[in-house]
Nanobody, 124 residues
Framework: VQLQASGGGLVQPGGSLRLSCAVSGFTLSSVTIGWFRQAPGKEREFVAG????????QVSDSLGGRFAISRDNAKNTVYLQMNSLIPEDTAAYYC??????????????????WGQGTLVTVSS
């Protein structure tokens, strides 16, 4: 079971990035996928999640509607679209998979497998 996060980089404030989480060893219909982020000196926080069925998504209210999560079943990949980026979005972004629940959890302890993270830096 592997999750490979990619798409991070340096972007100017107001810009956009799309992160990808490619999964192998299981199908997206068997797991809930979550995106989390961790800034230096801060705790890991929930960003967005998508249910096993793909019919339910959740994005952290603190993001003000700037982020969206989606998936491509054919590519076994989940995406995090990030728009109107601000310096406070600078963090390492991780995708994770949860087998134990069909529902989206905002708690990192609910997730069983984690990707290696991709770094997003928002700076002029």
């Amino acid at each position: 079971v592997q999750l490979q996060a990619s798409g991070g980089g340096l972007v100017q404030p107001g810009g956009s990035l799309r992160l990808s989480c490619a999964v192998s060893g299981f199908t997206l219909s068997s797991v809930t996928i979550g995106w989390f982020r961790q800034a230096p000196g801060k705790e890991r926080e929930f960003v967005a999640g998508i249910s096993r069925s793909g019919s339910s998504t959740q994005v952290s209210d603190s993001l003000g509607g700037r982020f969206a999560i989606s998936r491509d079943n054919a590519k076994n990949t989940v995406y995090l679209q990030m728009n109107s980026l601000i310096p406070e979005d600078t963090a390492a972004y991780y995708c994770a998979a949860a087998y134990r629940s069909a529902y989206i959890s905002t708690s990192s302890s609910s997730y069983d497998y984690w990707g290696q993270g991709t770094l997003v830096t928002v700076s002029s």
